[in-house]
């Protein structure tokens, strides 16, 4: 089945920083790649999400790259804000299959 | 529209004991999920349903049930709690139709067990 590894567990950069968060899967077959963000105590919400046919989606701030031959894809968040601090999930899964598999998160904290 | 709600938010049992989560969904979606979040284990699916009377094993089903008696709701039910089910409980849920979508988490039920 498939498996996904995110790194680094945790992060801490100065404001107006950027972050970068990277994750790998298994499963060639994956074409779809959310990444979820977690405040403290929340629910994970939806941030961004790209499927296999694009290498590249923006907004605003965020950004998520893949690269489908090596099997990663990566978050970017530029100048960050203090309220961007949380644990942020990738995840992948198969078209078809409804079921995502989660990374094991990474915790971004913003410093003013 | 409420989205996705569970209840209880909070409860402490003592090993052995049993007891029942509540999922309800008003987005009239047909897959639903259960997934438990443990510190520096990510999210890990349970159980899952594709639709109304239909449920599937995810990576963690031992110990746990689900019933999907009603397209609105997901059930999961622990028979005999183990300390080791002491963890935070998410319900989700998402549309069928072409590719994935987005899948809409509740606000977690957070159990301990003694």
């Known amino acids: 089945g498939e498996n996904v590894e995110q790194h680094p567990s945790t992060l801490s950069v100065q404001e107006g920083d950027s972050a970068v968060i990277k994750c790998t899967y298994s499963?060639?077959?994956?074409?779809?790649f959310p990444w979820y963000k977690q405040e403290l105590g929340k629910r994970p919400q939806l941030i961004i999400d790209i499927r296999s046919n694009v290498g590249e989606k923006k907004d605003q701030r965020i950004a998520v790259t893949l690269n489908k031959t090596a099997k990663h894809f990566s978050l970017h968040i530029t100048e960050t804000q203090p309220e961007d601090s949380a644990v942020y999930f990738c995840?992948?899964?198969?078209?078809?299959?409804?079921?995502?598999?989660f990374g094991t998160g990474t915790r971004l904290l913003v410093s003013p | 529209n409420a989205g996705v709600t569970q209840t209880p938010k909070f409860r402490v049992l003592k090993t052995g004991q049993s007891m029942t989560l509540l999922c309800a969904q008003d987005?009239?979606?047909?897959?639903m999920y259960w997934y438990r979040q443990d510190p520096g284990m990510g999210l890990r699916l349970i159980h899952y349903s594709v639709g109304e009377g239909t449920t599937a094993k995810g990576e963690v089903p031992d110990g746990y049930n689900v019933s999907r008696l009603k397209k609105q709701n997901f059930l999961l039910g622990l028979e005999s709690a183990a300390p080791s089910q002491t963890s935070v409980y998410f319900c989700?849920?998402?549309?069928?139709?072409?590719?994935?979508?987005?899948?809409?988490f509740g606000p977690g039920t957070r159990l301990t067990v003694t």
């Open positions: 499963d060639s077959a994956s074409n779809y």
């Open positions: 995840a992948a899964s198969r078209q078809g299959f409804q079921k995502l598999v």
């Open positions: 987005m009239n979606h047909e897959y």
């Open positions: 989700a849920s998402n549309d069928e139709g072409t590719g994935v979508r987005e899948q809409y």
